[in-house]
């Protein structure tokens, strides 16, 4: 059983878990084109951010949604433990997402990803929960190393 709640930025697993994070992109791009966040962006106002819990509260896997502008946020620092993989945790953290967005009355969710095999697994997983490819959003610019991707928000 997965448990969402919400991140305490304070916890040093859950920082450590970030960190581990950013040192899975480094080999993957160059550093223009890795748009991880520190964990020191993911306390700025207005970031909303969860963690996936096992029963026994093993950290599996994060979340965040940033605000790009009214009525559109950005998914990020999406990543599941490499031991949880395919068992779920990252669909129930992007459907978790979601779900917080459409009950604030969100329109539109948007990411980027990278565009190297390494990301094709989390591109496949978007895609399922409803990611499209779109160009870039906010301030991102066409890139060769990133995928953008936008689902417009049902508010039924």
Same mark, same amino acid.
């Given at each position: 059983m997965i448990r969402v709640v919400d991140a305490d930025l304070a916890d040093e697993t859950l920082v450590e878990f970030l960190s581990a994070h950013l040192a899975d992109m480094a080999p993957t791009a160059p550093a223009a084109s890795r748009h991880?966040?520190?964990?020191?962006?993911?306390?700025?106002?207005? +970031?909303?951010?969860?963690?996936?819990?096992?029963?026994? $509260? @093993? *950290?599996?896997?994060? +979340?965040?949604?940033?605000?790009?502008?009214?009525?559109? $946020? @950005? *998914?990020?620092?999406?990543?599941?433990?490499?031991?949880?993989r395919e068992r779920g945790v990252g669909r129930a953290l992007a459907l978790h997402a979601l779900d917080d967005a459409r009950a604030r009355g969100l329109t539109r969710v948007s990411l980027e990803t990278g565009s190297m095999a390494f990301f094709a697994p989390a591109r496949a997983l978007y895609r399922a929960v409803g990611f499209v490819e779109c160009d870039p959003f906010g301030t991102y610019r066409h890139d060769p190393n990133s995928v953008f991707m936008t689902v417009e928000l049902s508010h039924v």
């Open positions: 991880a966040l520190d964990v020191a962006a993911l306390r700025a106002p207005g +970031v909303r951010m969860w963690v996936a819990q096992a029963p026994d $509260d @093993e *950290l599996l896997g994060t +979340v965040a949604l940033v605000p790009i502008d009214g009525g559109h $946020d @950005e *998914l990020k620092s999406m990543r599941t433990a490499p031991a949880a």
